[in-house]
């Protein structure tokens, strides 16, 4: 690697922000590129669902797969809003409900909705929408950080993950992703206006958003003192970004406490709704153990080793230092991932917008030959994009 190449990965964010990323990121040329990555992996991905799915006509084929699960519920909050209390079954027996489900995206939805789509496609809409920013903030991200073939190969990988097929399906996650690594993008070039309103909607959109908010406080942290260091501007634009993102996920928290009237209303409906509770990673240790020791299912075992070579990569990433808000975002989105007892295999799913688990390949593949890198993240996408695929089409459990 070059000394400019070296330099780029270590030096501080420069202090104007959009101009000169959208020069260095090839501008409209770098981000179409960027998008037809997105375009193409989604096709690829769509079609092998198409394949894989031998259901009867009743099910509702392709359009049916991508309304599944999760998407029920999100869609429930776009067009009937938020119960205002606990729901009970017959037995009076607690169960989960619409108030587990953060706002942003079923909002999103409603938007559209009210314009004149259908809810169902303006829930995929959305989705598909907000999945080709995250692409496109993606590639911007790598550039900002390293350099514009890593972006291109965050991008890559990350829309050919396993279990990537999210991005095509009414869930959240392409919406939380685009706000994530547009705040990242802002923080790294000092955009603070953005940064503050993108970390509060992906604090608005899912839990995680807590990960993203507390990453720009350290992107903040580190302006300030910047900024005290050489008395060029005023330290109040990142302090108040980082407060404002600080603010989305507790604000959620305490409006659904007080619809129900219980402060731990939140946590006592995902309990008993998707046996959710933190338990400090003892759930996942019993899994993998389980597992890998008496497990008989492929899927089961494929998502431990999922789980297993997701921590290694992100100890990897970490030991090469990376822009520490990035760094942070990606401990404590894992912490939370890992250290929830739930539904093993949402597990996957729920790994997808961590990041910190694609940065060595990203920053390997922007290191290789072009040909080196093309052919790995090809085989990559091959395995990734057929794996979720197969859940979707196959296997017949929630993802």
């Known amino acids: 690697m070059s000394l400019t190449e070296e330099q780029k990965t270590s030096d501080p964010a420069p202090a104007s922000g959009g101009d000169s ?14 998008f037809g990555v997105y375009v193409v992996t989604r096709i690829a991905q769509l079609a092998m669902v198409v ?40 037995a009076g027996q607690l169960q989960g409900n619409e108030l587990a489900f953060f706002p942003g995206y079923p909002m999103l939805i409603k938007l559209f909705a009210f314009v004149g789509f259908d809810p169902r496609t303006a829930a995929i809409g959305v989705s598909w929408v907000a999945s080709a920013g995250a692409a496109i903030g993606l590639y911007l991200l ?44 802002a923080a790294h070039r000092r955009v603070w206006w953005a940064a503050g309103l993108l970390g509060l909607a992906a604090a608005l959109t899912r839990p995680t958003g807590a990960a993203a908010a507390l990453a720009l406080a350290v992107a903040a942290l580190m302006e300030v003192a910047r900024i005290r260091r050489e008395r060029d501007a005023s330290i109040w634009p990142p302090i108040a970004a980082a407060a404002v993102a600080l603010a989305g996920v507790p604000s959620f928290l305490i409006w659904v406490g007080n619809r129900v009237g ?61 822009w520490l808000p990035l760094a942070v975002y990606g401990v404590v989105a894992m912490g939370l991932v890992y250290g929830q007892a739930g539904f093993y295999h949402s597990k996957p799913r729920l790994l997808v917008p961590v990041l910190l688990t694609l940065l060595p390949a990203a920053i390997a593949a922007g290191r290789a030959r072009p040909r080196v890198a093309v052919l ?24």
């Not at 990323?21 to 960027?34: E, H, K, P």
């Not at 031998?54 to 029920?72: C, F, I, M, N």
């Not at 993950?161 to 993008?185: C, D, N, Q, T, W």
């Not at 020791?293 to 089961?300: A, C, E, I, R, Y």
Request: glycine share 12%; hydrophobic share 50%; with cysteine.
């Open 51 to 90: 394949w894989l799915d031998h259901s009867t006509p009743h099910a509702g084929g392709l359009r049916g797969r991508l309304l599944v699960w999760d998407a029920g519920w999100f869609l429930k909050v776009a067009t009937t809003g938020y119960p205002h209390g606990y729901t009970e079954d017959m």
């Open 21 to 34: 990323l959208w020069r260095t990121a090839g501008a409209w040329r770098g981000v179409g590129i960027a």
């Open 376 to 399: 790995s993240i090809a085989a990559w996408a091959v395995f990734g994009l057929w794996y979720g695929a197969y859940l979707v089409a196959v296997w017949p459990y929630t993802i």
């Open 262 to 322: 219980d402060p731990t209303a939140w946590f006592r409906i995902q309990a008993a709704g998707w046996g959710t509770s933190f338990d400090y990673g003892t759930s996942t240790v019993n899994f993998l153990n389980t597992t890998l020791t008496l497990g008989d299912g492929w899927v089961p075992i494929s998502v431990a080793l999922i789980l297993i070579v997701a921590a290694v990569a992100a100890v990897i990433a970490l030991i090469g230092k990376p």
């Open 142 to 185: 790598g550039t900002s950080l390293y350099n514009r073939r890593t972006g291109y190969a965050l991008a890559a990988l990350c829309m050919t993950a396993p279990v990537s097929i999210v991005f095509s399906m009414a869930y959240s996650e392409g919406v939380f992703l685009a706000f994530v690594a547009g705040m990242l993008v």
